[in-house]
């Protein structure tokens, strides 16, 4: 199956239990990995390093499908991951690399879950400079103009686990919420005491 065929799957119709349907069939058939190449794939893609002119990249070209695909193969794989964690093997090391450059907002949203699930299981042991790598990255998306709500709270739900190992400094962490709460939504100023408490 090449991978054109295989989004396919997944880009004609968006309906109720989506997610778990699409992750049983790829377990069923065994293509998790086929998955995790084309969220890589997507992520080159948009740093522009891939050989444009590669015929098997066609099915990237569209930035709305590519949107797509970002999203619905996050979605898919947070339905993966929380079935049985394991599939995080299919990264081998390139998670953090893969996480820092995702730009989608609904991804964001479905691995900033997947970390801090793996932060509190310390599933991952990463390395400092990986550490480091994590929090610039959910930092910055914390305090991005337009960002969803739901991404700036899992962003400081990771800085938070991030803080409390010791991995991050909490004059850093003050200084974000001091950005964040002058223009929070009602939900953010929510989350924003719970985390002054926390921190």
């Known amino acids: 199956m090449t991978k054109k065929q295989f989004v396919e799957l997944f880009l004609l119709r968006f309906d109720k239990g989506f997610a778990q349907k699409k992750a049983t069939e790829i ?20 740093q522009k390093k891939l050989a444009f002119q590669s015929d098997e990249f066609d099915y990237l070209r569209n930035k ?27 990264f081998k090391d390139n998670f953090v690399s893969f996480f820092a450059e995702i730009t989608n907002e609904s991804a964001k949203r479905h691995f900033g879950k997947i970390l801090t699930d793996i932060l509190k299981k310390e599933l991952i042991h990463f390395t ?6 994590l929090a610039q990255t959910v930092a910055s998306w914390a305090v991005a103009p337009h960002t969803r709500v739901v991404v700036q709270i899992w962003a400081f739900e990771i800085l938070a686990l991030l803080q409390e190992k010791g991995k991050i400094d909490a004059e ?7 950005i964040l709460t002058q223009n929070s939504t009602p939900a953010i100023k929510c989350r924003l005491k719970r985390w002054n408490k926390r921190l």
């Open 27 to 46: 377990q069923e058939q065994a293509m998790e990995a086929l998955l995790v190449e084309i969220m890589q794939d997507v992520v080159v893609f948009n």
């Open 64 to 90: 709305t499908t590519r949107e797509q695909i970002a999203f619905r193969s996050a979605y898919i794989f947070e339905t993966l991951y929380f079935k049985d964690n394991s599939v995080l093997r299919l």
């Open 128 to 133: 400092e400079n990986e550490q480091e790598l």
């Open 172 to 178: 850093t962490i003050g200084y974000l919420l001091e």
